[in-house]
């Protein structure tokens, strides 16, 4: 799909979450691959195990979660063989991360200059000053007015947009190949949002990073993302460059996804076409078969006895279905 | 901690059931609080049915000084006191006594803390600004001492004791209902209920007072074990139920005398009071736990 | 900051009052400090004429309140009934000191103790020292504070003794008779040996209940966002723990220190009571006891303010810990 150099391979990760009321398969079985420079787009209804993966890949999952299989090969090194203190090393250095509630992912009762610098005088080797002077460097590069009075200020005092810019300098603080960004807009108010997407895709042009981003909006993706991979309930159902993913959607769900984008769609489908009907199931009681086949419309026996294989249905587009969508019903 | 909940419940109604049953369910694995429930079971066991098997008299002196200060025997498997009475009867309908007060003072301390509070959260302005300075002043006082001097105006019957514990007892609950209801407020529902014209009371007591329920319960089960405490020290100082009638706080009122002679009179009461306590404690914490919802996500 | 303090010391001003008042209404229904006047044969029946006018015993209550204040303000604190001889202030200025020796030392004491050991029962959740930690501090919570002195009269001043037959710590008291002249160190040695029973038994009481809410703001803590952000940052758990969690778990374990300061007087007022401490706890009953009207009234007025300066100093230390206070 991409032709770089191979940053990130994500092969068969399985998280589950161990709990009173029983296992949950947060993410079962996702394989995915990153490039150097590319942006990977990962996107599914909430609750798919987005924020799972994204986590795992750090190493950050809290119990009751915990990996329980797989490979995280990160610049050819597995992740999951890393020991405490290497993955450490490798956290806020080689990959940054940012998430999805501004409000809250700030400590309160830290300056935001303190926030960051302490994120530099982690992983570099160099002294208080030289870290607020690199520190104001960043603020200026995502875009606050003032970097040297916002410094001194707390979380508090500063907006949900300009908190998230904090929360991208800071990630950005030691130019980190791969950037996981978990719904970072998806609190913001549109306009806010436009900017900050905006922002990161300026940054991931100069910087060359490449670039995991989540979100349960198709539209976001349609802008940001290279390449795309649909998950349902922890695993991946269609995967592949995004132009192909958008014009030719192969997998049911990721069909009524498109569906439910009005600008997406073109207007003479959209009457015949209805948005995806009922819910992602309960994680404790998983439908047998194909996950998606209560709310699948084309669902037969087959799909209600046996999960479906990820299989490369054309080149390089693999989608997990029995009864993928006809060419015909084409969008966009 | 608005009890997201228990509000979404009673949009819902049939749920409540589930809520509760949840919150059983999870009481259940709750070993502390499991320990303290069968505990306080075997105490209230003991405490009622107690004097009925040992028939002997907790308040009768006998004649003469040779029944005085016994050490345990087939007659008085826990000796006598100081007047010769049997400390095993005494223990018994203490036991019932001090349970009792516990009880009352702290229910009537949350009824009037809740009503207070939802008073004063509902309605806003004045009322609330001069029933929370009150609240305010009350907790800035050092409440034992006062307490005692209520004591002994009151004079030293149960009922006393109930009312002068309940007077310092309410503030709490008033400002934690209180809080429960203005974080209310803000809720959709509340709005909702009074742009169709729902009356103050009812939108009260059928859409506060439930939410409001799983503090008031933690709060009442903590209180009890608090107010048994506090009428054991102002019983201990001399100021609580008036003997002859026993209590455990009163048995040990000049237990002081007698620590280098006769521990057993300090160890009955104390250790009674110190288990009572213990398990309401125990059961209040897992009720927290139980109903906390904010484990329901 | 400062306009901040301002206002909440000027806030509190009512709140004195008002307890000072309620203070004074029941205490007057309690107690006729001339009923105990007039059985002292060292004061004469003229003085009491003159003093029923100068307390306002002659007005309605509220006024004579309001007159009792006033003179309370001036500095005239009027004679202790219980020390005959002895002006109220000369009493109250002899117990004060002890009392906040006291209270002084428990509160350092259960402060140093569970602040940490909540902090390590959350950071160690279902662990054994978790479980044991959760006992000990329902043990606290549970056992009557005066029960529990005598309970360690018993243990350490009846059953454990000294070779020389002295128990080992003395039941009661504050000082060893003749220890008044002695140089500092062995002065201060000696009250130790006093104080050391009635700050654990007082302790217990605040150690018990404190550290079960540290344990939980700080496990509160621990699920916040912003400690995974600490940590997706690749800062060491040394620093995740005692920079980010500790500070945020402080903030609502000050308010808790401030509130529970009424109910530390209190448990103050029933230690020196058991163990005979001539503090201002002790002074207080026993003047309500002996109908000591003015002793009584000065030293709830001076404890209620007491535990007002302790919610001010925690309203400061609050707004030092929570940046979000300093500004609003
Ligand atoms: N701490 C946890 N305990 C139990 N289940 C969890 C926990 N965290 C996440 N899950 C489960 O993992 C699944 C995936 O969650 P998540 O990755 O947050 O979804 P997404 O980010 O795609 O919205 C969900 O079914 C959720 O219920
Ligand atoms: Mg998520």
Same mark, same amino acid.
């Given at each position: 799909m991409?032709?770089t150099e191979?940053?990130?391979?994500v %092969?068969?990760?399985k +998280?589950?979450?161990?709990?009173d009321?029983g296992?949950?398969?947060?993410v ?5 691959t990153?490039? %150097? ?11 798919c195990?987005?924020?799972?993966a994204s ?15 797989g490979?995280i ?10 020991t405490?203190e ?5 956290r806020?250095?080689?990959i940054g ?6 409000m +809250?992912?700030?400590n ?5 200059g303190?926030?960051?610098s302490?994120?530099i005088?982690v ?7 030289e870290?607020?002077k ?6 200026n ?6 970097p040297?009075r ?8 500063m907006?949900?947009?300009m908190?998230?810019?904090?929360m ?9 190949d ?7 807009t +998806?609190?913001?108010d549109?306009t806010?949002?436009?900017?900050i997407l905006e922002?990161?895709?300026d940054?991931?042009?100069? +910087?060359?990073?490449?670039?995991l981003?989540?979100?349960h909006?198709?539209a ?16 991946i159902?269609?995967?592949?460059d995004?132009?192909t993913?958008?014009?030719n ?8 996804l ?13 009457v015949?076409l209805p948005a ?9 009681h998983?439908?047998q078969?194909?996950?998606f ?6 669902a ?8 479906p294989e ?17 060419a015909? %019903?084409?969008?966009? | 901690m608005a009890n ?8 819902k ?8 049953g949840?919150?059983f369910?999870r ?9 303290g429930f ?14 009925l ?25 826990f000796?006598t006191?100081e007047?010769g ?5 005494r223990f ?9 007060i ?9 009824f009037?803390g ?7 959260g ?10 929370m300075?009150l609240?305010?002043i009350?907790l800035?006082i050092?409440t034992?001492?006062?307490?005692i ?5 009151l004079g030293? &019957?149960?009922w006393?004791i ?9 503030? &709490?609950d008033?400002?934690l209902v ?11 529902f ?5 742009a169709? &014209? ?7 007591f ?6 409001v ?20 020290s102002?019983?201990?100082? &001399? ?7 026993p209590s ?13 002679t006769h ?5 009955y ?22 109903m906390d919802p904010?484990?329901?996500? | 900051?400062?306009? $901040? ?5 000027l806030?509190l001003?009512?709140?004195?009052i008002g307890?000072?008042l309620i203070a004074f209404f029941i205490l ?7 009923a105990?006047m007039i ?5 004469k029946l ?7 006018h100068q307390?306002g015993?002659?007005?309605p209550i509220y ?7 006033g003179?309370?303000?001036v500095g005239n ?7 005959p ?12 000191p002890i ?5 002084s030392?428990?509160?350092i004491?259960?402060?140093?103790l569970?602040?940490?050991l909540g902090a390590?029962s ?6 054994k020292t ?8 329902f043990?606290?919570?549970? !056992?009557?504070?005066?029960w529990?002195g005598? !309970?360690m !009269?018993?243990?350490?001043?009846v059953?454990?003794?000294?070779p020389?037959g002295?128990?080992l710590?003395?039941?009661?008291g ?7 002249s ?11 040996q006093y104080?050391? !029973?009635p ?5 217990l009481?605040s150690?018990g209940?404190?550290?079960r809410?540290?344990r939980s ?5 621990? =699920? ?14 040394r620093?995740v723990?005692y920079? =980010? ?6 903030i ?10 009424p109910g530390?007087?209190s448990?103050a007022a029933?230690?020196? $009571?058991?163990f005979n401490?001539?503090?201002m706890?002790?002074?207080v009953?026993?003047a309500?006891l002996?109908n ?15 535990v ?6 925690a309203?400061?230390v ?11």
């Amino acid at each position: 799909m991409y032709k770089t150099e191979v940053l990130l391979e994500v %092969k068969d990760l399985k +998280t589950y979450f161990f709990t009173d009321d029983g296992v949950v398969k947060a993410v079962d079985g996702v394989s995915f691959t990153i490039h %150097k420079g590319e942006v990977l787009g990962l996107v599914g209804e909430s609750g798919c195990g987005k924020s799972v993966a994204s986590l795992s890949i750090m190493r950050l999952v809290d119990a009751p979660g915990k990996i329980i299989g797989g490979e995280i090969i990160f610049k050819g090194e597995d992740l999951l063989k890393k020991t405490p203190e290497e993955m450490r090393k490798i956290r806020g250095a080689e990959i940054g991360m940012i998430f999805q509630e501004p409000m +809250t992912s700030l400590n309160p009762v830290y300056t935001i200059g303190n926030q960051i610098s302490e994120a530099i005088l982690v992983h570099q080797d160099i002294g208080g000053e030289e870290a607020k002077k690199r520190t104001i460097e960043l603020l200026n590069l995502v875009g606050i007015p003032e970097p040297e009075r916002r410094f001194n200020q707390y979380p508090h005092e500063m907006s949900g947009g300009m908190r998230q810019r904090v929360m991208i300098a800071m990630a950005m603080s030691s130019n980190p190949d791969l950037l996981i960004s978990d719904e970072a807009t +998806t609190a913001l108010d549109v306009t806010i949002q436009a900017q900050i997407l905006e922002l990161m895709k300026d940054l991931q042009k100069k +910087t060359g990073m490449a670039i995991l981003f989540i979100t349960h909006d198709l539209a976001i993706i349609a802008e940001m993302a290279d390449s795309v991979a649909v998950t349902y309930t922890g695993k991946i159902v269609e995967y592949s460059d995004v132009r192909t993913v958008f014009k030719n959607p192969k997998h049911q769900y990721t069909y009524g996804l498109l569906m439910s984008v009005p600008s997406l769609v073109a207007v003479e489908t959209k009457v015949e076409l209805p948005a995806i009907e009922g819910m992602v199931p309960n994680p404790y009681h998983m439908p047998q078969g194909c996950h998606f086949n209560p709310r699948c419309p084309f669902a037969t026996e087959t799909c209600r006895k046996e999960m479906p294989e990820l299989k490369e249905l054309e080149q390089q587009h693999l989608v997990r279905c029995l009864h993928p969508v006809q060419a015909s %019903k084409e969008v966009v | 901690m608005a009890n997201e909940l228990t509000l979404e419940e009673k949009s819902k109604g049939r749920e409540s059931y589930s809520y509760w049953g949840l919150v059983f369910k999870r009481l259940r694995k709750h070993s502390m609080a499991m320990i303290g429930f069968f505990l306080l079971l075997i105490i209230i066991a003991v405490v009622i049915l107690g004097p009925l098997i040992w028939r002997v008299s907790p308040t009768q002196q006998p004649e003469g000084m040779e029944d005085i200060l016994l050490s345990p025997c087939a007659a008085h498997p826990f000796g006598t006191d100081e007047y010769g009475r049997d400390i095993l009867a005494r223990f018994l309908y203490g036991g019932r006594v001090s349970i009792f007060i516990g009880f009352m003072a702290a229910i009537s301390s949350v009824f009037f803390g809740t009503v207070i509070g939802l008073i004063t959260g509902f309605f806003g302005g004045k009322i609330d600004t001069v029933l929370m300075r009150l609240v305010d002043i009350m907790l800035s006082i050092p409440t034992f001492p006062l307490l005692i001097a209520l004591a002994s105006v009151l004079g030293k &019957g149960v009922w006393q004791i109930i009312l002068v514990i309940f007077v310092f007892g309410w503030m &709490g609950d008033a400002r934690l209902v209180r809080s429960v209801v203005l974080s209310l407020k803000e809720e959709e529902f509340s709005e909702a209920a009074k742009a169709i &014209g729902v009356s103050p009371l009812r939108i009260m007591f059928v859409h506060y007072l439930p939410n409001v329920m799983a503090p008031i319960i933690v709060s009442t089960t903590l209180g009890i074990g608090g107010a048994i405490v506090y009428e054991a020290s102002i019983s201990f100082l &001399g100021f609580g139920v008036q003997a002859p009638l026993p209590s455990w706080g009163n048995m040990l009122q000049h237990a002081q005398d007698y620590i280098f002679t006769h521990q057993a009179l300090v160890w009955y009461p104390g250790i009674a009071i110190f288990l009572t306590v213990l398990s309401f404690n125990f059961m209040g914490d897992g009720l927290r736990d139980a109903m906390d919802p904010r484990l329901y996500r | 900051m400062r306009t $901040y303090l301002t206002r909440r010391i000027l806030q509190l001003i009512p709140v004195i009052i008002g307890a000072t008042l309620i203070a004074f209404f029941i205490l007057s229904l309690v107690s006729d400090p001339f009923a105990a006047m007039i059985e002292n044969p060292k004061i004469k029946l003229a003085d009491i004429v003159r003093l029923k006018h100068q307390w306002g015993f002659d007005l309605p209550i509220y006024l004579r309140f309001f007159k009792w204040f006033g003179s309370v303000v001036v500095g005239n604190w009027g004679p202790s009934l219980l020390y005959p001889g002895y002006s109220a202030r000369e009493v109250i200025f002899r117990a004060l000191p002890i009392t906040l020796q006291v209270m002084s030392l428990e509160f350092i004491f259960s402060i140093l103790l569970s602040i940490p050991l909540g902090a390590i029962s959350a950071l160690k959740q279902y662990s054994k020292t978790d479980y044991s930690l959760t006992l000990f501090s329902f043990f606290g919570m549970s !056992m009557p504070t005066f029960w529990f002195g005598l !309970m360690m !009269m018993i243990v350490f001043s009846v059953w454990l003794k000294r070779p020389s037959g002295v128990p080992l710590l003395p039941p009661g008291g504050i000082q060893t008779p003749g220890m008044e002249s002695a140089a500092f160190l062995p002065r201060m040695l000696d009250r130790g040996q006093y104080l050391i !029973m009635p700050v654990i038994v007082l302790s217990l009481f605040s150690v018990g209940g404190w550290v079960r809410y540290m344990r939980s703001f700080m496990l509160e803590v621990l =699920h916040q966002d912003y400690l995974r952000t600490a940590r997706a940052k690749g800062l060491t758990e040394r620093t995740v723990i005692y920079k =980010h969690a500790f500070r945020n778990a402080l903030i609502p374990i000050i308010t808790l220190i401030a509130l529970s300061f009424p109910g530390i007087v209190s448990g103050a007022a029933i230690t020196e $009571y058991v163990f005979n401490i001539p503090g201002m706890g002790r002074l207080v009953l026993s003047a309500e006891l002996k109908n000591d009207f003015p002793t009584a009234m000065i030293a709830l007025t001076l404890s209620t303010i007491l535990v007002v300066i302790a919610n001010l100093a925690a309203d400061v230390v609050y707004s030092i810990v929570d940046p979000r206070i300093r500004y609003s």
